[in-house]
């Protein structure tokens, strides 16, 4: 079973960067889709970024792409989200997902790491 640790949520500047991180444990990544997401107050829980971690493949809503990079550390087995030009709307919980390649559900969740963008 795949289970997920995200770090490096906090405060930053309009404007600023963050890196996210996700370990990912219990197993191979092999066959796996990761993905980023965010939820808001109020709002449902959006994706930012997924790459195929065999083929290394991305994919991007319109609101991450050119600013937010979602990438892999094999040997590490971990997944990045690096966030630049920051703004107060991209302020939301950020979670790391695990899915196998095909399947429409995410299974596997981590805890949540909170991003918050000052004005």
């Known amino acids: 079973q795949v289970q997920l640790e995200e770090s490096g949520g906090g405060l930053v500047q309009t404007g600023g960067s963050l890196r996210l991180s996700c370990v990912a444990s219990?197993?191979?990544?092999?066959?796996?889709?990761l993905g980023w997401f965010r939820q808001a107050p109020g709002k449902e829980r959006e994706y930012v970024g997924i790459?195929?971690?065999?083929?290394?493949?991305?994919y991007y809503p319109d609101s991450a792409k050119g600013r937010f990079t979602i990438s892999r550390d094999n040997a590490k087995t971990t997944v990045f989200l690096q966030m630049n030009s920051l703004q107060p709307e991209d302020t939301a919980v950020y979670y790391c997902?695990?899915?196998?390649?095909?399947?429409?559900?995410?299974?596997?969740w981590g805890q949540g790491t909170q991003v918050t963008v000052s004005s």
């Open positions: 997902g695990a899915r196998r390649s095909g399947s429409r559900e995410y299974n596997y």
């Open positions: 219990g197993g191979t990544l092999s066959g796996y889709d």
């Open positions: 790459i195929n971690w065999i083929t290394g493949n991305t």
